[in-house]
């Protein structure tokens, strides 16, 4: 790669962040828009045309309000957190492949776990440097959830992988060019798509903010830019998650039904929400343990015994 490539690549990246902000912006008009008419009521409608920039007027209240220091938090991670947070989610974004420029490197799925298994600890020293009890219960609650539900996601993915013997997300589209790997594995796609919903902290299992419990769970003390960092870090990783949903199961050749197929995940995730009721802890844990667990090794059994197989013969 040469200086030219090295700097377009760099611009490129840089703008693929920019359009991921814009479209954070616009997927909470979104989420807002379908929740209203879902509860039988109007979402934003008031500034611009049909609300289209309450958006960025949300942004620059919140920006623009002012900090609340607490006297008995650790502040220097108090205030550190929240960007590191949103910093993990953007770098999460390096892995989406293209043909041209930008990154496609081969170990992108080994990338992506590693930032995935940072993020937790930000919301642990958010919940923590806090010192209040709701958001350290919440902290918590996101610990024991994200531990949870990362064992049962990877063995999911690695189902996948031993199926497709690649870490390379373009591979991933190469074998699902004639058929989709939803029809092959739609259990498998229910059972991630609800573990991408523990792990971004989504309703019916949004326990970690659980206002009916814990006011606003780890994030209770914060507000302003710094909560508003965190909710950009959540709604980038719902939107990466949906993408990348699509990768595996949805195919990515064709690239304009690849960004129809993302929107409705995108909607499902928001029309969960807005009829779901959330779930209770304990069930959330027998959730994983006693149904996604054992689901994804027998999968993940049986596609091994499948590779071996085809291997020797």
Known sequence: ??????????????????????????????????????????????VSIKGMMQPFNDAIKLFCKEYLMIYMSNSYFFFFMPGLNMLLSLLIWVVIPFKN????????????????????????????SSNSKYSMLGGLRSMAQVISYEVSLMLIILVLMFFVM??????????????????????????????FLAETNRAPMDFVEGES?????????????????????EYMSILFFCIFLSFLFLGSI???????????????????????????YDKLMDLCWKVFLPLSLNYLIFILMVVIYCYFN
């Open 166 to 195: 690649k870490f390379n997300f373009m591979k991933f589209s190469e074998y699902q060019k004639f058929l989709y790997f939803i029809w092959l594995f739609f259990p498998l796609f229910m059972c991630l798509f609800m573990s």
């Open 254 to 280: 064709d690239f304009i039904f690849f960004y129809f197929k993302s929107f409705l995940l995108i909607f499902l995730v928001i029309w969960i929400r807005g009829v779901m009721p959330r779930y209770r």
């Open 213 to 233: 419990e814990l006011v606003s769970g780890f994030n209770v003390e914060y507000g302003g830019g710094l909560f508003a960092l965190i909710f950009l870090a």
């Open 1 to 46: 790669m040469n200086r030219m490539e090295m700097f377009l690549t760099i611009i490129s990246w840089l703008l693929l962040l920019v359009m991921v902000l814009v479209s954070v912006a616009f997927f909470t008009l979104l989420e807002r828009k379908i929740l209203g008419y879902i509860q039988l009521r109007k979402g934003p409608n008031k």
């Open 101 to 128: 420029l930008l990154f496609n490197f081969n170990y992108s799925l080994l990338f992506m776990f590693s930032c995935m298994s940072v993020v937790i600890y930000t919301i642990i020293l958010m919940s923590w």
